[in-house]
């Protein structure tokens, strides 16, 4: 198992950039007319590059409304899924958050803005060296990540008040759930992979998991 250290986000990014408009267009459009009103998120995602985080010859899609290809059977997930999560999730400067599947570090980097810490696990070695090149580059430091299997999340800093699950699971992994803390929120989309999937979410309320089917999904499969 590797771990990986990043650093943080300490830094704006241009307004110059070449896909400044294209970004926001991207949340006028795809966004906030789909319903997404939380101000940090909105902000959030006008600030992190996407085109960054997706690979080269697929810069000039980065900000279009589908997921994308990032390798080794991976997808950077569609826009607004990014941001529903993150809304669902209620995050909180104060809070700690998970990630399980860290991909191309997107997620990770919109969260980062919005919480104290954000923990993150990728069980693919190569994705995960490349986004702690990506953080460091970007100048991100409250993102910890490591390399190995979710399933059992990290219980070392447990417990969560945020997980979010970014791959699709046969069934709800018990370790998550018994890391989430109390009046904590986790998401999640359950189900078999190119099947029916759905996304939901766990809130634990007096010790006790409450689970709400919020939408249709797809996702790539969780893998061990």
Known sequence: ????????????FSQTDNYYNARMDMVR?????????????????????????????YRKEAYSDYPLP???????????????????????????ALEIGTGSGYQAAVLAELVDTVYTIEI????????EIRFRRLGYRNIIGKAGDGYNGWAEHAPFDIIIVT?????????????????????IPVGAAGGSQELKLLVRKNGKIQTTSLLPVRFVPFTR
């Open 124 to 131: 693919v070695k190569e994705l995960a060296e490349e986004s």
């Open 167 to 187: 791959a699709a699971a046969d069934k709800i992994p018990e370790p998550l759930t018994e890391q989430l803390a109390e009046k904590g929120r986790m998401i």
């Open 70 to 96: 990032i390798g080794y059977g991976q997808t950077i997930s569609q826009p607004y899924i990014v941001a529903y999560m993150t809304e669902i999730v209620r995050p909180g400067r104060k809070k700690k």
């Open 1 to 12: 198992m590797i771990i990986l250290g990043f650093l943080i986000l300490g830094k704006s």
């Open 29 to 57: 459009r795809q966004i906030m007319d789909r319903g997404i009103t939380d101000e940090g998120i909105l902000e959030s995602m006008k600030k992190v590059p996407r085109h960054l985080f997706v690979p080269e010859k």
